[in-house]
Every structure is written in C-alpha cells, then in structure tokens.
C-alpha cells in the first residue's frame, strides 16, 4: 500500500509540474482523458444548465401518459463525433428542431467553464450541425506549429488560432490583405513568416521597405526586386502594372473561346493557362505604406499620387494576372490621401496586432464586425504577436504567429534562392547581393584617442 501512495503521489506530482512548465505535454498525457470524461459525464446536466435543450417531442408525451411511465426529459444535442486534437477537443452536434447555431455561440463562455476547458468556440458545418472546439490550454503563449500542415499552392500556414488550428493564407481565395499593427507589436514576425512559407513555393517575391531596406534586404537571395526608397518604389510598381497589363495579353491570346472547348478550359486568370504557359504568381509585400503616402513638396507630392495610382491599379486588376498584395503599416486611413480608402476596399484580408487607439482598429475592421474592434484594442503591450485576422465576411479569428528570428528567415531564403525568378519586367530592380560596405555610425560620445 505504501508502494502504490507513493506512485500516486509522484504520478500527480508529475502531472502537476507538466501542467505548469509543460501544458501541451500535460494535455496529451493527461488532459485528453479527464476532459474527455468530464465531457461524456456531465453533457446532459451542463446543456440543461445552459440552456441548449429542448422540450421532448408531443408523441414521446402522449405515449408516456398512455403508458403510465415517468415524463420524458428535455433533450440536449445528439453527439455525432467526439475527436481528440493535440490542443483540445472537437465536438459535433446535430441541433433538435428548435435550435440554431447562433444558440450554441452564445452559451461558449458557459460551457467552457462548465467543462472546464481553457477556451470554446463553435460554427456551423451545415444546416443543423454545429462544429464545437475546445482546447484544453493557452495555445498561443507558446506558439507550437504542428508538424505536418495542409499544402496547397499559395497557401501558406502563417499562425496559429485560439482554437488549435492552423491560421493559413490563402492567396488565391483572399488575393490581397491589411497588415496593422503599432510599434513592437509582432507585424515584423508576422512578414517573416509569411516569408517563409513563400520561399519554397514557386512565386516571385517584391518588397517595397523603406526603412533603408532592413526588414527585406537581409532576405534578398529570395527576392526578385526589391525598392528601400519611394523614388525607387513608384518605378517598380509602374513596371508589375506593366508585367499587368503583358499577362492579360497572354490570357486573351489563350482564351481558345471556341465551340470545341469546353467551358472548364476558357482562360479567365493565369491559374486556367497550362501550366508550361503560365507566368509565375507575383506577391508583393509593402513595409510601412505610410511612407509611400507621405509628402513635403509637390514634387513628391506627385510621386505620392503615382504611387498610389499603381497601388489601386494592382489592387483592382491583380488577381487574375496573379499579382498579389501584403501591405503594412501602423496606420492605414484616409489622413494619408486620396485614394487611400479606395485602396483599403480592395484589401479583403484584415490583420491588426496591438493597436494604440480605437481609430487604427476601426481602420481594419470598422466595416467588417465591431466585435473584432473591441478585440483588437484590448491586446496587452506583454502579448507581442497576438493579433486578430478577419475577412469580408465578417468572421475574425485571435491568431499567434510562432516567433521566427530574422536569421532563421535569412537561412530559409538562402536555401531556397534558386526557387528566385529572374523576371524581366524587375530585372533593373533585382537587389545586389554584394551591398555597398557600411557606413561607420558616429558615436555619441568622443572616443578616447580623439578627444
């Protein structure tokens, strides 16, 4: 007896101590089974508790009075699966008659407490199926990525949900996308890892940075052009308007609209051309767009309405010609000028990190859901990457993106620089590999020798 209190003892001793330096490890060990069995057990009680019943049919009551047998209980959702996941459970219901998804939603924080799991969310799979997540701890104050992630061409595993799963960017079914976020808040690793997840694809990389070039230049064995200043942005972008406008020629010679083809092979972007014939995807990734937007003099007033001109022109016409926008800032309103709102309605992809104020906030998602609002500004300062990703379509999503050092991005882009297209269009652009010898910086106090 002594034997088995003292394994007892170490065995709860060691869940303990996984629990708090080790979560996930806890989970599966220890955490699948107890919440597995705490849902099972207490499912019927806490839907009643909730709310999430319904009275028994009229038929079931007429026949229990027929009969003389005790009076049917309400009835909670039927469970179609029950599934283990690395970061919690899923769960899904088929509703009763009566019932709706919205239901469901709007009990999460009670059953979460009555399960007593971490966090739950829920959606609708289909008309009267309801798709319940649980995880079982904070999946993004350790940002674990799983091992193996869905592959597909232009679509990147970039961050992970609070719910567990894989946040990903999809290219082709959001082709352009908002990146906000104030200073140290995550917007840097985000990019990187968007990076990363480009590299080895087969897609041509274009960065605008114009903070002298040192987010993107140190990547630049897998760029294939690159810009640091305005002046040098707006020609760039005049030449992918160009690139544009080369590949809608080659769509329409393409087209081949003719009784004999069938409707599934007509050409409408570059992803219908075969593929011997199809020009390399383009995403171009914009550092602080702000300083595209800025002006002093009305020269560079000028380059300013040229940039944004291009901007718009990429935004409005780019995704059939495969030419794709990721643009970042702090801000992103209309004290920057016109055409930048136009601009912003091209931008389907909303991402804000930890926002200042609830202006810059309103700026990603003020026409998308109020609640994502309410969601960005309440990002602690201590939680750098923690953001909040949403669509057009209403839905927003809390993400974390894994932190990815800058020299763990530079290893990535050099092992994968023969994957770099050397385009035409770009050619005057393509970034030196061998840069200019830096400049000593001054310091701010005399050095001995000299003073």
């Known amino acids: 007896m002594t034997g088995f209190t003292v394994a007892l003892v170490l065995v709860v001793a060691a869940a303990g101590l996984l629990r708090w330096r080790r979560p996930a490890w806890y989970w599966l060990a220890f955490g699948i089974i107890l919440a597995t069995l705490r849902v099972l057990v ?3 009680s806490v839907m009643d508790a909730c709310g999430l019943t319904v009275p028994p049919a009229r038929w079931r009551l007429a026949l229990a009075r027929a009969t003389n047998r005790p009076m049917p209980e309400s009835r909670p959702p039927r469970i179609l699966r029950l599934r283990p996941t690395r970061t919690g459970l899923v769960l899904r219901l088929k509703l009763r008659p009566g019932q709706d998804a919205f239901d469901v939603a709007a009990a999460s924080d009670r059953l979460r407490h009555s399960f007593s799991m971490y966090g739950v969310t829920s959606r609708e799979l289909r008309s009267g199926v309801v798709e319940v ?3 079982g701890y904070d999946v993004l104050k350790r940002v674990q990525m799983p091992a193996t992630t869905e592959t597909r061409p232009m679509r990147v595993p970039v961050a992970l949900r609070q719910d567990g799963s894989v946040h990903y960017r999809d290219y082709r079914a959001v082709p352009h996308a908002l990146t906000l976020g104030a200073t140290e808040s ?3 690793v985000y990019q990187r ?8 694809m087969d897609v041509a990389l274009v960065g605008i940075d114009c903070k002298q070039g040192v987010e993107l230049f140190p990547l630049a064995r897998r760029f294939s052009a690159l810009a640091d200043n305005p002046d ?12 544009m406008a080369d590949v809608y020629q080659l769509i329409r010679a393409q087209q081949r609209i003719t009784v004999d083809v069938p409707d599934a092979e007509i050409a409408a972007d ?3 051309l075969p593929e011997h014939l199809r020009p390399v995807p383009v995403v171009v990734l914009v550092d602080e767009v702000a300083e595209l937007a800025l002006f002093a003099s009305k020269e560079e007033e000028k380059r300013r309405d040229r940039i944004i001109t291009a901007l718009v022109r990429l935004a ?9 926008l990721e643009i970042c800032g702090q801000r992103f309103g209309s004290e920057l000028g016109k055409g930048i709102t136009m601009l912003r309605a091209q931008l389907t992809g909303r991402t804000a990190h930890r926002v200042n104020d609830e202006t810059s906030a309103n700026m990603a998602f003020g026409d998308i859901s109020p609640d994502a609002v309410l969601a960005a500004i309440q990002i602690p300062a201590e939680m750098r990457g923690i953001a909040i ?3 057009s379509s209403g839905g927003w999503h809390r993400i974390r993106a894994p932190h990815t050092s800058l020299r763990q991005a530079v290893n990535t882009c050099n092992r994968h620089a023969d994957r770099t297209p050397a385009l035409p269009e770009l050619a005057p652009f393509r970034p030196a590999l061998a840069g200019p010898t830096a400049a000593p910086v001054p310091s701010a106090k005399p050095s001995p020798a000299t003073a």
Do not use: C, E, F, H
């Not at 890892?193 to 080895?200: F, K, R, S, T, Y």
């Not at 016409?317 to 030419?323: D, F, S, V």
């Open 316 to 324: 409005q016409l780019g995704r059939a010609a495969g030419i794709y």
């Open 193 to 200: 890892n968007l990076v990363v997840g480009l590299a080895p």
């Open 133 to 135: 997540r649980m995880t």
């Open 232 to 243: 040098t942005a707006a020609d760039l972008l005049d030449a992918l308007v160009t690139r």
């Open 389 to 391: 990703a949403g669509d």
């Open 186 to 188: 995550g917007k840097s």
């Open 270 to 272: 570059i992803w219908d």
């Open 42 to 44: 207490r499912y019927a």
